[in-house]
């Protein structure tokens, strides 16, 4: 039924675009697809932050992380089996780093959205973006004095690529949305 779908008072996730027995594959699905497009079309700008926030307004925690596992494994088996990533220590430990990243990101999205009202969704889920965006960038960061890198985090880049999160954020919100519109009437035609 429609009301399956439907968020109860109690509920803390934002979004529900299918049943919640089927909300983690529908994220893996969601999110290893716009892993794999994300990962062709930027390569090395791959929106986790965006994906932590996905997964933690659909999943609790554990499979949030999971799903999000799955997507990074997704980002570096394109890197390094089609986009030909060098395969040394540093561009390895890069891609392990970026993997502990986005895990953090998604852990701190899950506390956030825990803590935010539940009102005005779209509002709480670009706070969280951003928090999740900081953190996610803080972790890089953080790896640059034993890997280096310190030139990929000047304002201009951070801003950049915080702004491609949001809009991967705000597309994958529509996905969610056209397909929590749809999902009654595919029921319906289904039954017919």
């Keep these: 039924m429609a009301l399956d779908i439907l968020p109860s008072q109690g509920d803390r996730f934002r979004l529900h675009p299918v049943a919640p027995r ?18 062709f079309a930027l390569a090395c700008a791959t929106p986790f932050a965006a994906f ?11 499979p949030a992380l999971l799903v999000v596992i799955g997507a990074w494994l997704v980002n570096q088996s394109i890197g390094f089996g089609v986009l030909h990533y ?11 780093v970026i993997g502990a990243a986005a895990l953090v990101a998604t852990a701190v999205s899950s506390v ?7 009102g005005r969704a779209p509002l709480m889920l670009a706070i969280t973006l951003v928090v999740a965006y900081a953190i996610y960038e803080l972790v890089l960061f953080a790896a640059t004095p034993a890997l280096g890198g ?3 985090f000047t304002a201009a880049i951070v801003m950049r690529l915080g702004l491609l999160s949001a809009v991967w954020l705000a597309g994958l919100v529509a996905v969610c949305e056209i397909v929590r519109l749809v999902a009654p009437f595919r029921r319906k035609a289904m039954s017919a």
């Design 22 to 39: 089927l909300a983690p594959m529908f994220c893996l699905a969601l999110l290893t697809m716009s892993c794999a497009l994300a990962s």
């Design 86 to 96: 060098p395969v040394d220590g540093s561009t390895l430990a890069w891609g392990f």
């Design 112 to 118: 956030v959205l825990r803590v935010l009202p539940q």
């Design 52 to 62: 932590a926030v996905i997964a933690a307004a659909m999943l609790p925690l554990r």
């Design 150 to 152: 310190e030139g990929a």
